[in-house]
């Protein structure tokens, strides 16, 4: 995977297209499985991830999901204390 020196859009509701420069520099060159996780490190997994919310639309990312576990998610990283469990 090359660094980013395109800039991709925030993901919008509706999919968007990536340009060849684009899909270089955000998708991986090959896939790989290392210790049962996708790439080497979570900016490899997360720039690829930014390039399918692009690619796909929100509006479909979030069908993925049922919407309490993106409530739970957008509070835990947003605003709000943390639950019980991790204090």
């Known amino acids: 995977m090359n660094q980013p020196d ?3 859009p925030a993901p919008g509701m ?3 297209r990536v340009d060849i420069d684009q899909y270089h520099a955000y998708a991986p060159e090959k896939f790989e499985l290392l210790d049962g996780y996708l ?5 490899d997994r997360l720039r690829l991830l930014k390039l399918l919310f692009v690619n796909v639309g929100l509006r479909e990312v979030v069908k993925l999901l049922p919407e309490e576990r993106w409530r739970e998610a957008l509070e835990r990283v947003y605003g709000g204390e943390s639950p019980a469990e991790e204090r």
């Open 14 to 16: 509706e999919p968007q």
């Open 39 to 43: 790439f080497y490190g979570p900016e």
């Open 6 to 8: 395109q800039i991709l």
